[in-house]
């Protein structure tokens, strides 16, 4: 079985091999050939991170050691100012609470719209009738533009909304959902997860389509019940997908913005505030570049520490 | 062969040169703003007719930036030396975009406008440090109350409340589940500083104190309402353009609001009435915060920045910025215009009224209120949710607002 | 529907008044902005699925040295918030002219789609057998070639998913069109559709519409797309 500890090297293979009956005079410069391939297959991908990706990111470490605030920044001389803009940001009871906040905002998406994309995924594997259809159906959460799906939750969570009159009929009181704290927090992780199934299901559904149907014929015809040849064909067969897809969710999941922000602000009083909205709110409601950029390196940190964590459990798995 | 097409180029380079001189002559005017009202487009297509034929060396472009982008937008223009001839900021954003040293000082043009003199002080304030002046008020908006006249007579409410104390108690008789008898917007944005102030300043507090009793009072006012289920919860979660929907939509019997609403109240049929902000107690004056855009001048090119004053020269001749002021369902910042206005139209007479007394917003802190103002909301929201005790809130934000003053 | 109804006090789900004028006006509003989503969201899927799939197998297959420096870079590139990365490209793009441009716009979608494109990538090209590439070696082909005719055949299935990917993240990106794209002539349909969030509340009767349409073109694409995913695995990889 084979054993995926990370996003690298694939199973070792024998490497190049090459052809081996060649004429002498054609083996030199089939050596350099063969040498410099794998790098010409990669040459426009690193050109376009050195400039587009590596830059960025650069500019936005080292702003996150500058005081730039409106005034610096249109002057364009943004004074050094070390370690403070993360002193300022650490001391802030704020940022803690945005800390908080995004773990286990992304913690309790990921659940969900992880388990909920596996399923579906398994579940379409069959054939019937209307598939393609019910696919692009299911598609439609994370296709939406995000702008209209979270006033759309907005106004489903209204105190009069639809989601407090079903729960009316199931003889429930009006939840002040958006209004109360810890209520607001859970209505935008719910609509966090209703986005974010798709993106897993769809990733899921075409790795599970990768595998060969030999293999699970194979297994049926050795006697292994639906769900034995899942957990060991199609979960084991699709380890590589899978820790992709929890790696993209859990950082786009961090980086969650235009959702939030448009459902609650980041409110009432601070309390759905992620790192990404209070980053943003740092940036253009009061305008410190500097400390912004702050936050936003910190929210880096926080995704490689989890990202690490998932591999690290991942291998003892 | 060779001679007629040298000929020929030499003479086609000549006319294009020629042409080339003469188009250059017509400076390209930039307006960045956020108008996306359709009346307010077809008002600034209009002016820009209207300019463009009295001034054919000048070219006005608008460009449009959606509300939350502009002073984004305005700054990053500015950082790469491309900004916009003119922007459209919000007033209380000005002094804070000029202390970033992107806005000209047009104190010498202004002086020599007929209407400054007559400029209510609260609007010039907004837009002046000292004897510099960085902009001219397109119009000024504020809040006044506006009420359900049949939710009034169905409740034999006779007239609009007064004092805070009519305002209490309408407000309670006005709540019949499903409607509320009050709303206003408490969102997490400059909107639910703005709406608190009248409460805040008609009462005698100052956003610089909020620990002193004044200040006190007027959260506890706003908390009584939720508390008491007059406004809805939902009101932290609340822009203004929400509360509307719910008034328009029957929702509320009144609502805090500006004269911006006034179009779209009216599209819906909705029998209403306007009546200025209750005062704590009879006989005071209400002291409202003041709203509107400013065109500002862009550090740009001695050209442009030239005809960008003549553009400003040309909207705030008299005779055009009353129709400009109500096409925007703005006041005048210019009082004889005001005044003109609140005569034709009953609906703007209280915010006339209000203008004399009415303050710019930056005149607490300057630069520094975007920060004084998030403080404040955060504050104003954990109060209402009741996450915090009102002295506990307003301490918080009074600490908060503390360093970011001393921070100079 | 028109607001009333959708705040009113007595919600219903069913329109009392079918207000069709809104749906024309948002395909009037909308229609002169279709060509620039297109163009844009297609030119991103492609140059992506170039760049980024013989990158992939290479990484994979071919190992060439840096690659891990590489595939850990285009990971960390992907954690910094979108915000972030607007003010830099944007002083950049600036200063290169590329600003309100589309090739501008198409090279900002790009930060967003190759990262992730590379990764997923990877993962599907490590299902991919090497023995046919070994078998086209053998008789002689170059490395080229065998990529042309042998792994991108295999391939297809995941390349197609991941361009359709790539083709909805502009299709749906904010953030970028806000802040590269004044040019009205030049603005994509979810520009267009923002405009329905202003100061005077949301305007439903265009943002609901609106959304439908532009949500429509990103069906089609998926649905058209997804035929091919299933003909193409029904080939069998193993053959």
């Known amino acids: 079985m084979q054993t995926v500890t990370q996003i690298g090297d694939a199973k070792d293979r024998p490497g190049l091999s090459g052809p081996v009956n060649l004429a002498p005079q054609k083996r030199g410069a089939v050596r350099w050939q063969r040498w410099f391939t794998p790098y010409s297959f990669v040459l426009p991908i690193v050109l376009f991170t050195a400039l587009f990706l590596a830059y960025p990111v650069i500019y936005s470490v080292a702003l996150s050691f500058r005081d730039a605030t409106i005034d610096t920044f249109v002057g364009g001389d943004m004074p050094f100012n070390g370690l403070a803009n993360y002193q300022q940001s650490l001391s802030n009871s704020t940022f803690w609470r945005a800390l908080l906040n995004t773990v286990l905002f992304t913690f309790f998406s990921i659940l969900f719209q992880f388990t909920i994309g596996f399923l579906l995924a398994l579940f379409f594997q069959n054939e019937f009738p209307l598939k393609n259809a019910l696919i692009a159906l299911l598609l439609v959460p994370w296709l939406a533009p995000i702008l209209t799906a979270a006033n759309t939750f907005k106004g489903l969570f209204n105190e009069v909304g639809p989601i407090n009159q079903i729960g009316h009929l199931l003889g429930l009181s009006n939840l002040p959902w958006l209004a109360d704290p810890q209520l607001a927090f859970i209505a935008t992780i719910v609509a966090n997860i209703w986005i974010g199934f798709p993106f897993n299901f769809i990733l899921l559904y075409a790795g599970m389509r990768a595998v060969p149907l030999e293999v699970y014929e194979a297994a049926k015809l050795d006697g292994a019940s639906y769900w034995k040849q899942v957990s060991h064909i199609t979960i084991p067969m699709l380890k590589p997908v899978t820790v992709a897809v929890l790696m993209l969710g859990t950082i786009y999941t961090v980086k969650v913005f235009d959702l939030v922000w448009i459902m609650t602000g980041g409110g009432p009083g601070n309390s759905t505030h992620l790192l990404s909205t209070y980053a943003y709110q740092t940036g253009f409601s009061v305008f410190n570049f500097g400390q912004a950029a702050a936050i936003a390196t910190v929210m880096v940190l926080l995704i490689v520490s989890l990202n690490l964590l998932q591999l690290t459990l991942q291998r003892k798995a | ?408 | 529907m028109t607001p009333r109804e959708l705040f009113g006090v007595h919600l219903s789900l069913w329109p009392r008044e079918f207000v069709f004028q809104n749906w024309s006006d948002a395909l009037r509003r909308l229609a002169p902005h279709a060509a620039t989503s297109f163009v844009v969201s297609v030119a991103t899927s492609v140059l992506t699925l170039l760049v980024t799939g013989p990158a992939a197998y290479s990484i994979i297959w071919l190992k060439p040295r840096g690659r891990k420096l590489l595939q850990s870079f285009m990971l960390t590139s992907q954690m910094l918030p979108a915000i972030v990365f607007v003010i830099p490209l944007f002083v950049m793009f600036s200063r290169a002219n590329l600003v309100n441009t589309l090739p501008g716009l198409i090279l900002a979608d790009m930060t967003l789609t190759i990262p992730f494109a590379l990764v997923m990538l990877c993962a599907y090209v490590r299902e991919f057998p090497y023995e046919l590439v070994e078998a086209a070696l053998v008789e002689g082909a170059s490395q080229w070639r065998a990529f042309r005719s042998v792994v991108i055949p295999v391939m297809t299935p995941g390349l197609v998913t991941i361009g359709i990917f790539s083709f909805l993240m502009p299709w749906g990106d904010l953030i970028f069109s806000l802040s590269l794209i004044t040019e009205s002539s030049l603005q994509p349909l979810i520009l267009e559709l923002y405009k329905a969030v202003g100061q005077y509340g949301v305007d439903w009767g265009f943002l609901l519409p609106g959304s439908v349409l532009t949500a429509i073109p990103a069906v089609v694409v998926v649905l058209y797309g997804s035929r091919f995913i299933i003909s193409g695995f029904t080939r069998g990889a193993l053959r």
């Open chain 2, 1 to 408: 062969m060779r001679r007629s097409w040298r000929s020929f180029s030499a003479c086609a380079l000549l006319t294009a040169t020629l042409i080339g001189t003469t188009r250059s002559e017509v400076t390209t005017v930039e307006i960045v703003h956020y108008f996306n009202v359709q009346g307010q487009l077809d008002g600034l297509a209009a002016i820009k007719s209207d300019f463009e034929s009295a001034n054919p060396d000048i070219k006005i472009q608008f460009t449009y930036v959606p509300f939350a982008e502009l002073l984004s937008r305005t700054l990053q223009m500015a950082a790469v030396h491309k900004s916009p001839a003119i922007s459209c900021i919000d007033n209380p954003d000005v002094l804070r975009v000029a202390k970033a040293g992107a806005l000209k000082d047009i104190s010498a043009d202004v002086s020599k406008f007929p209407t400054w003199q007559d400029t209510y002080p609260g609007p010039k304030s907004a837009v002046s440090d000292g004897q510099k002046v960085y902009g001219v008020p397109i119009g000024s908006n504020s809040l006044a109350i506006f009420y359900n006249k049949k939710m009034f007579s169905d409740a034999s409410i006779s007239n609009p409340p007064a004092t805070w104390a009519e305002l209490t108690d309408d407000a309670a008789k006005l709540t019949k589940t499903p409607v509320y008898g009050l709303d206003f917007s408490a969102v997490n944005t400059e909107e639910a500083t703005w709406q608190w102030e009248p409460f805040l300043w008609s009462n005698g507090g100052k956003l610089l104190d909020l620990t002193a009793a004044p200040a006190k009072e007027a959260l506890q006012f706003w908390t009584d309402f939720v508390q008491k289920g007059s406004v809805s919860r939902d009101a932290v979660n609340w822009n203004q353009g929400d509360v509307a929907n719910q008034f328009i939509s029957g929702r509320a019997a009144m609502m805090v609001m500006g004269p911006w609403m006034l179009g779209q109240v009216h599209k819906s049929g909705l029998d209403f009435g306007v009546s200025p902000i209750p005062v704590p107690k009879a006989g005071m004056k209400p002291v409202v915060p003041l709203g509107g855009e400013v065109w500002c001048v862009s550090k740009t090119d001695e050209k442009t920045e030239a005809a960008a004053v003549k553009f400003i020269a040309f909207v705030q001749d008299p005779a055009r910025l009353e129709k400009i002021c109500n096409t925007f369902n703005y006041i005048s910042s210019v009082k004889s215009v005001a005044v003109k206005q609140g005569q034709a139209n009953p609906e703007l007479q209280p915010f006339v009224l209000q203008m004399d007394t009415a303050r710019a917003r930056p005149e607490e802190g300057g630069a520094n209120y975007p920060a004084i103002s998030l403080a404040a909301r955060t504050a104003i929201q954990k109060a209402l949710t009741g996450q915090s005790s009102v002295d506990a809130a307003l301490s918080e934000a009074a600490e908060k607002i503390k360093a970011v003053v001393e921070k100079k």
